[in-house]
């Protein structure tokens, strides 16, 4: 019998490659891990300020090593240009650097943050596109206040961030697998796994909403159609009530009522709200929502087997309305439901200030 020389044996050639390839990830991965630690040493659980922005403000705080915020700042979201928004977050970093000596900056983005956690590759609702944001946001400072702030910042999805400060001081605190998704303007999502963040080989893991639900259904500020976050989100929420209301159904006569017969003041917000006050238009849109938001869960599920899903953000606020719809449409859609563990779904614990205390936490080497 002859045997092929190893050189030649394309089989034997790919598996050589292979064990090499995992050799090399080891090999970063340690090397990863070391350079965490040392910058964990270096820089310590000073107070950091943590900077998170979404669609519609820009949330920022200085937070403790035990996830606590001392101190707080907000403005309004600029819509002009990817400048204008650098510009805010420079300004509310100096603003809180004023009263306290901290030792880094975190800064939680809407959109796809590249693999070193530097530049914004895409944002879906704000002007990024490829922007080197930890360049700018620094540059911006040294010329504020002559120096740099803190000895290191770092740009991080704000999803990632608050599934970070969930997994750290929140609903998913012990929980070797966990899934955040965050319910606002869109969907966010992250997931920490054995005590790290899942960024991805590209540093865009977690963009949970933008997975296609309905293909062909309603466009996408990504650029698709059917995205998740077209259907359980406070943007479809509102999208929902609005065309209730527009129609002239008398079941949403409520909720033209509390804003004043005007359709277009119909959000996401009001139908929380009203929902909570037990309004039947908006519980029934609501748990509309849950239905897709449980469908979702179940499609990631089936993906990344977590032990617990956190569910946070605006819409979250509606609680078990939304929760519990969602829970029935996971066990329905569950893969081998009924001969499988399940994961809990809970809510999130940190509200609003889950990203901003995320991205701090991550500026001082964690994740």
């Excluded at 270096?42 to 979404?54: E, K, Q, S, Y």
């Excluded at 530049?119 to 879906?124: N, R």
């Excluded at 966990?178 to 303007?185: D, P």
């Excluded at 909403?209 to 509102?238: D, F, I, K, T």
């Amino acid at each position: 019998m002859t045997t092929l020389d190893p050189l030649l044996d394309p089989l034997a050639a790919r598996r050589r490659d292979a064990r090499r390839a995992r050799r090399r990830m080891r090999g970063r991965q340690a090397r990863q891990l070391v350079q965490q630690q040392a910058r964990r040493a270096l820089i310590g659980d000073a107070p950091a300020i943590g900077v998170d922005i979404g669609g519609t403000k820009v949330a920022a705080g200085v937070v403790d090593a035990y996830g606590k915020v001392v101190a707080r700042t907000r403005r309004d979201t600029p819509t002009t240009s990817a400048q204008a928004v650098e510009d805010v977050i420079a300004e509310v970093v100096e603003e809180l650097a004023a009263g306290h000596d901290v030792v880094s900056v975190g800064i939680g983005a809407a959109g796809f943050v590249d693999a070193e956690r530097s530049s914004v590759l895409f944002s879906p609702h704000l002007a990024w596109r490829n922007e080197p944001l930890r360049e700018a946001v620094e540059r911006r400072i040294r010329e504020r206040l002559g120096r740099r702030i803190g000895r290191r910042t770092v740009v991080e999805n704000d999803a990632n961030a608050a599934a970070w400060a969930e997994y750290r001081f929140g609903g998913g605190t012990g929980e070797s697998r966990f899934v955040c998704i965050t319910l606002g303007t869109g969907i966010g999502g992250g997931m920490v796994s054995t005590g790290r963040l899942e960024r991805g080989r590209f540093g865009v893991a977690g963009e949970f909403g933008h997975m296609v639900l309905v293909p062909g259904g309603h466009r996408c500020e990504c650029g698709n159609r059917g995205c998740w976050e077209q259907y359980a989100s406070g943007n479809a929420l509102g999208r929902e009530a609005r065309e209730l209301a527009a129609m002239g159904s008398p079941v949403a006569q409520g909720l033209l009522e509390r804003v004043g017969g005007d359709v277009s003041a119909i959000v996401g917000t009001v139908v929380t709200d009203a929902a909570r006050d037990g309004d039947p238009a908006a519980v029934e849109v609501l748990t509309e929502m849950g239905g897709w938001l449980g469908v979702g869960l179940a499609n990631l599920a089936a993906a990344l087997d977590p032990g617990t899903f956190v569910i946070g953000g605006g819409v979250s606020a509606a609680g078990e309305l939304l929760l519990g719809p969602a829970r029935e449409a996971f066990r329905r859609t569950l893969s081998g439901r009924g001969h499988r563990p399940e994961a809990k779904i809970v809510l999130a614990e940190l509200g609003p200030d889950a990203g901003l205390v995320g991205a701090a936490d991550l500026s001082r080497g964690w994740g």
